[in-house]
């Protein structure tokens, strides 16, 4: 089995770094849409301040989502066939990073606008709540508890013969 060198395995992981953005670009388009044409819904002349408070903040970080997302693309196509791909991974590490943290803020925001006119102002909060851990758990929480996951397989693997 061959090594990969430096440069294919920049180019693997920018890959797998686009195959990972489209998923989320996706989802945050989605909800961007959907929160774009809320306003112009029967029934938003009802809302509360505080829920169009919420509503600006689910907004917002649905539009800084999609832009942070997105961003990869532009900057690939200023950086491309200059051979910095270590920056371009570097670069949308971050952003789709920083994409994921506004998109939790913006569905978690999302929900407490709708539970909140639709349900008592508690039982939305909790639910929000119980939304973001939901999120945090499997966005952060799993994914980071088990970055060595493997590791241990490796080890086995390599004891036994093949």
Do not use: C
């Amino acid at each position: 089995m061959s090594k990969e060198t430096e440069k294919q395995r920049w180019q693997r992981n920018f890959a797998d770094l686009l195959q990972e953005l489209r998923v989320a670009q996706t989802g945050v388009q989605i909800l961007f849409a959907f929160l774009l044409t809320l306003p112009f819904s029967a029934g938003f002349d009802r809302t509360t301040d505080f829920q169009r408070d919420v509503y600006i903040v689910a907004l917002l970080a649905a539009a800084g989502a999609t832009a942070m997302i997105i961003s990869p693309v532009a900057f690939h196509r200023a950086l491309f066939r200059q051979g910095r791909k270590p920056e371009l991974v570097r670069f949308a590490h971050r952003m789709a990073s920083g994409g994921l943290v506004l998109m939790l803020v913006s569905m978690v925001s999302a929900v407490m606008l709708v539970t909140d006119f639709v349900l008592p102002w508690w039982v939305a909060l909790l639910l929000s709540g119980i939304t973001g851990v939901w999120f945090l758990t499997f966005w952060a929480v799993l994914p980071f508890s088990r970055r060595n996951w493997g590791d241990d397989d490796l080890d086995d693997d390599e004891d036994t013969p093949t």
